[in-house]
């Protein structure tokens, strides 16, 4: 079989979507389930890879979190898609200084890749931390959850219109094996959708997560139920810029989107303002969408970045100090990065968000 065929299975044409799915997360050849991303030797960087400041952060968040939820006794949180599980250990380290909620939580890791999990079970050895695969593990709130770069790594749909009628983005192999763009005219289901959010209207050019909407949906039931909220943080923008965010990174570079299939890590940069809708849609609230740079600032990022720099050597300090750059510069993922919370509660005043 020629590499390109493996990715469509036995299907003749793929909506964008399912085609990237399939090379992203196919069990034996996808990208995520074959090989590990992260870090210098891998293709790219996260925040919690960048700086454990960074993970810290976010477990202040939620200590603080748990405060606004009137410290229940139980108290869940579930990280989507924990990557390397760099962030869940500094948690599990962060949380040991405050008994009293240590002593309650629950941490619950939703990963999809079986590999990624086995690289996780590796790094954190904790009985107190589960696995799971749905949601349905989730009896009692409220329940917290939590993905850094989560959201981008699920595949899209991709539209485009033409005097108003709508054609969806597929891939096809022609007789030479090769893989190529198809439009054809979009479902009158996909159609309704689309027109459903004010967030894509006039656009020419349209990108809609409908996979990552279907998780986001189970999420926001959960919440609806039990009570809770969810913090997510990803490469994103609130005014659609009406093209094709698509993009393909290998060993830190840029790559062309249909070369290295399965090598390489494909990505869409998050539309935040029809997340905002979606939540809205849900009965749920939302906050103000920051960028990274806020949430980091308004957390105390830089007065803790001072306490821990104070014992360190002269080339430590700056080399936290260019990780900082790379967390806050605007040209990098401070102002790149936006952060949205949408949450179930009556009080409405969580950290970091006016
Ligand atoms: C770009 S990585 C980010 C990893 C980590 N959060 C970090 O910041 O380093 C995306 C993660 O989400 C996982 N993932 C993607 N779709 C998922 C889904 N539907 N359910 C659970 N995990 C998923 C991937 O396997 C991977 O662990």
Request: aromatic letters at 14%; proline letters at 3%.
């Amino acid at each position: 079989m020629n590499s390109n065929q493996i990715f469509f299975k036995n299907s003749k044409i793929l909506s964008t979507d399912k085609f990237f799915r399939n090379v992203l997360y196919d069990k034996k050849f996808g990208y995520y389930t074959s090989q590990m991303p992260f870090g210098k030797s891998g293709d790219f960087i996260t925040s919690p890879k960048i700086s454990s400041i960074f993970s810290e952060i976010i477990a202040i968040w939620i200590l603080s979190t748990w405060e606004t939820f009137g410290k229940p006794k139980n108290f869940n949180i579930v990280e989507l898609g924990p990557g390397d599980g760099s962030l869940a250990s500094v948690l599990l380290k962060s949380f040991k200084k405050f008994p009293e909620f240590d002593s309650i939580k629950n941490i619950f890791l939703l990963e999809k890749s079986p590999l990624l999990r086995k690289v996780q079970k590796k790094k954190i050895s904790n009985k107190d931390v589960k696995w799971i695969n749905n949601l349905n593990w989730i009896k009692k709130g409220p329940v917290v959850f939590f993905g850094n770069e989560f959201f981008d790594a699920i595949p899209i749909k991709q539209f485009k219109k033409i005097n108003n009628i709508f054609f969806e983005k597929n891939y096809t192999l022609d007789k030479n094996k090769n893989i190529k763009e198809i439009f054809s005219k979009a479902s009158s289901a996909n159609v309704k959708i689309i027109k459903s959010y004010k967030s894509l209207k006039n656009l020419k050019f349209i990108e809609f997560p409908r996979f990552g909407l279907q998780e986001l949906k189970k999420i926001n039931k959960k919440i609806s139920k039990l009570g809770g909220c969810i913090l997510m943080i990803d490469y994103g923008y609130l005014k659609p810029k009406n093209q094709n965010t698509l993009q393909s990174v290998m060993k830190h570079k840029r790559n062309s989107l249909l070369n290295n299939l399965g090598r390489a890590d494909i990505t869409a940069h998050v539309n935040f303002a029809l997340l905002r809708e979606f939540f809205w849609k849900d009965g749920l609230k939302v906050k103000d969408i920051i960028t990274q740079k806020q949430f980091l600032e308004r957390m105390g990022i830089l007065e803790r970045a001072k306490i821990i720099s104070n014992k360190m050597k002269f080339r430590e300090k700056s080399d936290l100090y260019l990780r900082l750059m790379r967390l806050l510069g605007s040209n990098y993922m401070g102002d790149l990065f936006k952060v949205i919370m949408a949450y179930k509660l009556n009080n409405n005043n969580f950290a970091g968000f006016k």
